[in-house]
């Protein structure tokens, strides 16, 4: 073959704010449609034709999501040339950069409709389309506009254009963002890119609740899954009757058990990776360490907010002062449907009834079990009983 010796490389630039399945299927395709020897993903710093939407992720972040995203693809590399670069980033720029990276290599730009029914304004078009070939890239929604915008480009300039229709998946980076805020979206995110987008809460996501399950379940021993189902049914329940945010409520209690599973020395060893501070009892009982390494899992994975973490952190101990929410995933961890011991029908009547004399009737409860296993009271459940008696007398 004649040109067999000639690199054939796709360049597929954009802001990818996310990237999503829609991009890596395109990149996918093209390699496969052009024989690609290489295709790569180049983050824009500043596109010249748009300006980011104000809760955009950073340009670094950009990036490390498209890392994330094309982990393990064949042929497709990510490239920080225009953010290295600076400023506006020009296509052109770009290009003649990569001609010295790669001399002598055949460039082919993937545009979808934005990119190419606006490329006639770009700087240096002319140059452009004399060192470039063109891969059309169309959503189902847009086909008829990006072919009729292909077809002038054909004519206008002479610019090879091929196209790498994908049709299944329909979804913009924009429509994308709005979804995350619904705890949707997650279909049209690779796996470690979503889980990236929850950790750092970017674009006012709202983790879906079926990831989060199956998160926390992956966590949990099998013999503790029932107990964290009941108290997440049981925390919403107490939400809706006490007119706390049934979303907190349902997050916190998902993960409020997520490092019971894990031996004291695994806990004292998130305890220093956190920063936790620990008093002598707590050092000492594993069972009371689960509740403050849970906290931090749950913002620093989960990227919880920190009404949720506090609720996740006091629920072995309590303290004084509890927040609705607090209170709430205590007496749930307490009652939830799988629980069964005396006294425990009177607790879960008086949950619904008196929140507060239920809680009380809870850390009672606790100190008492405690005493019994032989182990010294935690001073908040004491403190948290006293500041309950004083409130429910006033
Ligand atoms: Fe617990
Ligand atoms: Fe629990």
Redesign the pocket.
């Known amino acids: 073959m004649a040109f067999s010796k000639t690199e054939k490389i796709g360049l597929f630039g954009g802001t990818f704010n996310p990237v999503h399945i829609g991009h890596t299927e395109a990149a996918r395709l093209a390699v496969e449609r052009l024989g690609l020897d290489k295709l790569i993903f180049i983050p824009t710093l500043n596109p010249p034709h748009k300006e980011l939407p104000e809760s955009s992720a950073s340009a670094e972040t950009r990036l490390e999501m498209l890392k994330l995203a094309s982990k393990g693809m064949e042929s497709v590399e990510v490239s920080d040339i225009e953010i290295s670069r600076g400023g506006i980033s020009y296509t052109a720029d770009t290009i003649k950069e990569l001609q010295k990276l790669y001399p002598g290599a055949e460039f082919w730009l993937l545009m979808g409709n934005d990119m190419l029914c606006t490329f006639e304004s770009w700087r240096s078009i002319d140059w452009l389309v004399k060192n470039i070939s063109i891969c059309a890239l169309s959503r189902h929604s847009d086909k008829s506009d990006i072919e009729l915008c292909a077809k002038n480009l054909e004519e206008k300039y002479g610019v090879e254009i091929v196209f790498a229709h994908n049709s299944a998946i329909d979804i913009s980076s924009s429509q994308l963002r709005q979804l995350l805020k619904q705890r949707e979206g997650r279909e049209y995110l690779n796996e470690d890119v979503y889980a990236f987008i929850v950790k750092n809460r970017l674009y006012g996501v709202k983790p879906d609740f079926d990831w989060l399950r199956e998160k926390a379940t992956a966590m949990l021993s099998a013999s503790r899954t029932p107990h964290v189902l009941g108290c997440e049914q049981e925390a919403v329940s107490l939400a809706a009757r006490w007119g706390a945010d049934e979303d907190d409520a349902r997050s916190a209690a998902i993960l ?2 997520i490092t ?1 599973k894990l031996t004291l020395n695994e806990q004292l060893i998130l305890c220093k990776k956190y920063d936790i501070m620990t008093d002598t009892a707590e050092s000492s009982n594993v069972k009371l360490l ?2 403050k390494t849970g906290a931090a899992i749950a913002r620093d994975i989960f990227g919880m907010p920190e009404q949720v973490c506090d609720a996740i952190k006091w ?2 101990t309590g303290r004084p002062g509890m927040s609705l929410l607090e209170r709430i995933i205590y007496i749930a ?1 307490y009652i939830e449907p799988g629980r069964n011991f005396p006294g425990v029908d009177v607790l879960r009547r008086t949950a619904y009834t008196d929140l507060d004399k239920a809680v009380l009737m809870g850390l009672e409860m606790s100190i008492e079990s405690v005493k019994e296993e032989g182990q010294i009271p935690h001073p908040n459940t004491l403190l948290a009983i006293e500041y309950l008696k004083r409130s429910i007398k006033a």
Do not use: G
């Open positions: 409020h058990d019971k689960h509740s629920h072995t961890d």
